[in-house]
């Protein structure tokens, strides 16, 4: 088993300085260990740091992760800030199919767990059409609900897949993983907000150039304005950044 990467520590959660590639030779290197307890990776962004600063039992949760990807420019450019600069964004929104990609070619079994009505469904279709090969045993709404573990689980363990998808939403997701890892039948995890959404074609992600360019907030601002809430965490993010800059110095 390949040693993971070196961490950096943004406001107390520790990240993983990895990059696309390297997450997929280390998923790639946990399926082909033998079977153990199912594997979580988290996909970090500036949210993810400010609500584990709030609240301790998604910090613990988090800090519980087997792999914590660096997703989002803020995390980038707080990496940066403190010496150690990371590559790119891993994100859940790409890393699907860059996963599904990989899930094709080694012939790993992936499961899409979550999203709104039909969005799992239609998902699956789309991705087995992009990807000739790939193998999609099954698909489930659900909830992160307790009442709707045993339906879930019961699925699960029909399907018995190597790559689980699970797009409850941060922060639920990642607990709903943390919370029944040791009993998923599956060998690696990862939430992946709503980008079943996007790979259904039922939300529009942000044009390639506000990717680019750190925008894509800006354009989940514009089409959900609901979520002004979550987006004034950006600049409390910014501000605890440098705030924490200024006391660690001498």
């Known amino acids: 088993m390949p040693a993971l990467p070196p961490t950096v520590d943004i406001l107390g959660v520790a990240v993983h300085r990895i990059d696309i590639a390297g ?4 998923v790639a290197a946990w399926l082909a260990a033998p079977p153990g307890p199912c594997r979580q990776i988290c996909t970090v962004n500036p949210e993810f740091i400010i609500d584990a600063g709030r609240d301790p039992v998604f910090a613990e949760a988090l800090a519980r992760a087997d792999l914590r990807v660096p997703d989002g420019v803020g995390v980038l450019w707080a990496a940066r800030r403190r010496g150690a600069p990371l590559v790119e964004r891993v994100t859940g929104s790409d890393g699907v199919y860059h ?3 990989a899930a094709a070619t080694h012939g790993w079994r992936v499961f899409l767990l979550g999203a709104g009505s039909g969005v799992a469904e239609l998902a699956a279709a789309k991705l087995t059409a992009r990807y000739p090969g790939l193998s999609v045993v099954g698909t489930y709404g659900g909830s992160p609900a307790d009442a709707d573990w045993p339906a879930v689980r019961e699925r699960l363990a029909a399907a018995r897949p190597d790559l689980l998808f699970v797009a409850y939403g941060h922060p639920r997701q990642d607990l709903w993983i ?3 890892r040791r009993e998923l039948p599956a060998r690696v995890a990862i939430g992946v907000g709503g980008a079943l959404d996007f790979v259904a074609g039922t939300a529009r992600r942000a044009p390639v150039w506000m990717r680019r360019w750190g925008l894509e907030w800006l354009h989940r601002l514009i089409r959900q304005p609901w979520r002004w809430r979550r987006m004034v965490k950006l ?3 910014v501000v ?3 705030a924490a800059e200024f006391t660690e110095k001498p």
């Not at 997450?23 to 280390?26: C, E, H, S, V, Y």
């Open 23 to 26: 997450t997929l030779a280390q």
């Open 99 to 101: 996963l599904c990609a």
């Open 178 to 180: 943390d919370r029944h």
């Open 235 to 237: 600049p409390v993010f």
């Open 240 to 242: 605890r950044v440098l």
